[in-house]
Every structure is written in structure tokens, then in C-alpha cells.
């Protein structure tokens, strides 16, 4: 029989949300019969924690959700020392997976309060979390992440393939892409033609909805979620949950200079706002009509 590999899930500062995220994929078959989860906090008990506490076997994975505080009693866990708890566990695992935003950068719980708050090895985008030193840590950002996401980079890793790495530590296999690829939405945003209002089929979230699509790391329109839907399918803008950032202000407005909204990553403003120029000035009659006419 192959052997399976070993998870420890311990959390932080959390809402529970990339728990919830990823328990809808770990029911799987395929996950059950490659990976053996030797404590969740959803699912297990002190009992369970503290015999593996106390046992000085090592073991596959990691599992870190949920900000860092420099305020231990935020932290507290079956009433023991949280960041002994970390080392322990961290010393005797082969690799130290920080699921989600609040791990990989502080996300929300970091907006409390910058200097104590923040991810594992980053605070925002800076390194200076409280593991700066540690080897063989992965970011999974994403608030929360998608459940694939996770169980791709675990797979791989428990089948012995290397993970290459973004400047954030997240495997480039996923982060390199934009949450804009994929997005049905994109003709729209080529031509400049906006969405009227939030839950349209019709028109690009980018200029008035606060879309973060061209700027957010991830794959969200090209794998999707439960393989149905994403927030720009859904006719709701990226919010660039998977950016050091995270949450932003006015997570719904487009952030505008001299009416402008920012440009997509990677491209110049003055050659961006040219070619917008020269596309807004087209008027194009399809995509100014309704997709399905409920009338006709
Ligand atoms: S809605 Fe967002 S992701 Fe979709 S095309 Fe517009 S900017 Fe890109």
C-alpha cells in the first residue's frame, strides 16, 4: 500500500474560512487515500492534540491558518504556550504550508495593528513576520484560498515534485496567473465598456466596481470554484484577496486618479491610457446590448 502523508493543522488568528474552504475537498476519495489528517481543530479533540504534542514523530505537513500576534493570549491553545506549540510542531515537520491571506501576510487581523500582527514569514509585503528564518515554508494566500489550490501543492510535494516558488513563496503554478484570465468579461475590458451594476452577465467590473482582476495573483477564472463559477462570473468584482495588501479600502469603488482608474499590472501607464483612449472611443453596439434578451 503507499504510504500516506501526515497533516497537522494548527491555527492562528482566524476566521476558520480557508478550514471551511478546503474541508469541501478534503471528503474526496482521492484525498482520504493519500493523506492521513492527524488533527484539525474542527475535527479533533484535545486528547488527539496532546498525544501528538507530546510524541516526537515526525511528520509530512504543517498546516499554519490564521495571522501571527507578538500577543500571545490571543493565541492561547489548550491553555499552553502558542509559540512553543509553533516550534515543536515546526521543528518535526518536513514543510510548514501557510493556508491563506492572514497566514502568508497578516490579512485582515494585521489592519488591527501592523507592528504586532502578521503573517508567518511576511508582514504585508515586507519579510518580518515572526518566522523569518524558518526553511521550507509555502504561501497559499487567497481569502480564503481555494481549496485546489492547497490540495495541488500538497499532492505534489507527497508525490516528490518540486514546487517552484513566486517572490512570496506561493507556487508559481498557480500565482502566476491573473485573475483576469479566464474571466468572460474580458472583450468588455479590451473596449472599455463597463458593468451598470453588480450580478450583470454584461460589461467589465474594472472601471467603476473596484475590479482587481489584472492586478491579482491567481487562477480563479481558469479552474474556478466547486468547477462552476468565480466572482466576475458571478457579476462581482476580484477583490485581490491573494495580494500582500489585502483588504484594501473601499474594496467596491475603482480607485481613480484625474478620473482614471490604475493601470493592470505590469503595463505602462502612458501606453495603457493610450490605448484605452482609442478604445473608448469606439462605440460598439453589441456590447452595449443585454447578452440575453429576457423581452425577445
Ligand atoms: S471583470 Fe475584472 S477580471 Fe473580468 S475582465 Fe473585467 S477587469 Fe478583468
Same mark, same amino acid.
Given at each position: 500500500?503507499?504510504?500516506?502523508?501526515?497533516?497537522?493543522?494548527?491555527?492562528?488568528?482566524?476566521?476558520?474560512?480557508?478550514?471551511?474552504?478546503?474541508?469541501?475537498?478534503?471528503?474526496?476519495?482521492?484525498?482520504?487515500?493519500?493523506?492521513?489528517?492527524?488533527?484539525?481543530?474542527?475535527?479533533?479533540?484535545?486528547?488527539?492534540?496532546?498525544?501528538?504534542?507530546?510524541?516526537?514523530?515526525?511528520?509530512?505537513?504543517?498546516?499554519?491558518?490564521? /495571522? &501571527?500576534? %507578538?500577543?500571545?493570549?490571543?493565541?492561547?491553545?489548550?491553555? *499552553?504556550?502558542?509559540? $512553543? #506549540?509553533?516550534?515543536?510542531? @515546526?521543528?518535526?515537520?518536513?514543510?510548514?504550508?501557510?493556508?491563506?491571506?492572514?497566514?502568508?501576510?497578516?490579512?485582515?487581523?494585521?489592519?488591527?495593528?501592523?507592528?504586532?500582527?502578521?503573517?508567518?514569514?511576511?508582514?504585508?509585503?515586507?519579510?518580518?513576520?515572526?518566522?523569518?528564518?524558518?526553511?521550507?515554508?509555502?504561501?497559499?494566500?487567497?481569502?480564503?484560498?481555494?481549496?485546489?489550490?492547497?490540495?495541488?501543492?500538497?499532492? /505534489? &510535494?507527497? %508525490?516528490?515534485?518540486?514546487?517552484?516558488?513566486?517572490?512570496? *513563496?506561493?507556487?508559481? $503554478? #498557480?500565482?502566476?496567473?491573473? @485573475?483576469?484570465?479566464?474571466?468572460?468579461?474580458?472583450?468588455?475590458?479590451?473596449?472599455?465598456?463597463?458593468?451598470?451594476?453588480?450580478?450583470?452577465?454584461?460589461?467589465?467590473?474594472?472601471?467603476?466596481?473596484?475590479?482587481?482582476?489584472?492586478?491579482?495573483?491567481?487562477?480563479?477564472?481558469?479552474?474556478?470554484?466547486?468547477?462552476?463559477?468565480?466572482?466576475?462570473?458571478?457579476?462581482?468584482?476580484?477583490?485581490?484577496?491573494?495580494?500582500?495588501?489585502?483588504?484594501?479600502?473601499?474594496?467596491?469603488?475603482?480607485?481613480?486618479?484625474?478620473?482614471?482608474?490604475?493601470?493592470?499590472?505590469?503595463?505602462?501607464?502612458?501606453?495603457?491610457?493610450?490605448?484605452?483612449?482609442?478604445?473608448?472611443?469606439?462605440?460598439?453596439?453589441?456590447?452595449?446590448?443585454?447578452?440575453?434578451?429576457?423581452?425577445?
Amino acid at each position: 500500500m503507499p504510504r500516506k502523508s501526515s497533516i497537522i493543522w494548527l491555527q492562528g488568528l482566524t476566521c476558520n474560512g480557508n478550514s471551511h474552504s478546503f474541508l469541501n475537498y478534503a471528503q474526496m476519495p482521492s484525498f482520504a487515500a493519500s493523506f492521513d489528517m492527524l488533527y484539525h481543530p474542527l475535527w479533533c479533540g484535545a486528547e488527539d492534540f496532546m498525544g501528538l504534542l507530546h510524541s516526537d514523530a515526525p511528520f509530512d505537513f504543517l498546516i499554519l491558518e490564521g /495571522a &501571527l500576534s %507578538h500577543d500571545e493570549r490571543l493565541l492561547q491553545r489548550f491553555n *499552553l504556550p502558542f509559540y $512553543e #506549540i509553533l516550534d515543536n510542531l @515546526a521543528s518535526r515537520s518536513k514543510y510548514i504550508i501557510c493556508a491563506g491571506s492572514c497566514a502568508s501576510f497578516g490579512g485582515i487581523f494585521r489592519l488591527r495593528d501592523p507592528q504586532k500582527i502578521t503573517g508567518a514569514l511576511f508582514s504585508g509585503k515586507e519579510k518580518g513576520g515572526y518566522w523569518l528564518e524558518k526553511k521550507n515554508v509555502i504561501n497559499i494566500s487567497g481569502c480564503p484560498l481555494h481549496p485546489r489550490w492547497l490540495a495541488e501543492t500538497l499532492f /505534489a &510535494l507527497h %508525490h516528490g515534485d518540486n514546487v517552484a516558488l513566486d517572490e512570496f *513563496l506561493r507556487p508559481k $503554478e #498557480i500565482f502566476s496567473y491573473f @485573475a483576469h484570465h479566464g474571466c468572460l468579461r474580458n472583450e468588455y475590458f479590451e473596449w472599455k465598456v463597463d458593468s451598470k451594476q453588480l450580478g450583470q452577465r454584461e460589461g467589465c467590473l474594472y472601471y467603476e466596481h473596484g475590479c482587481q482582476g489584472p492586478m491579482s495573483h491567481a487562477n480563479c477564472n481558469k479552474i474556478l470554484w466547486n468547477d462552476v463559477s468565480s466572482k466576475t462570473r458571478a457579476g462581482s468584482p476580484c477583490l485581490g484577496c491573494t495580494e500582500f495588501d489585502f483588504p484594501r479600502p473601499a474594496l467596491y469603488e475603482t480607485q481613480k486618479n484625474m478620473s482614471l482608474p490604475q493601470t493592470p499590472f505590469g503595463i505602462s501607464k502612458r501606453a495603457y491610457y493610450t490605448l484605452a483612449g482609442v478604445a473608448k472611443s469606439f462605440k460598439i453596439e453589441r456590447l452595449e446590448k443585454k447578452l440575453i434578451d429576457e423581452d425577445n
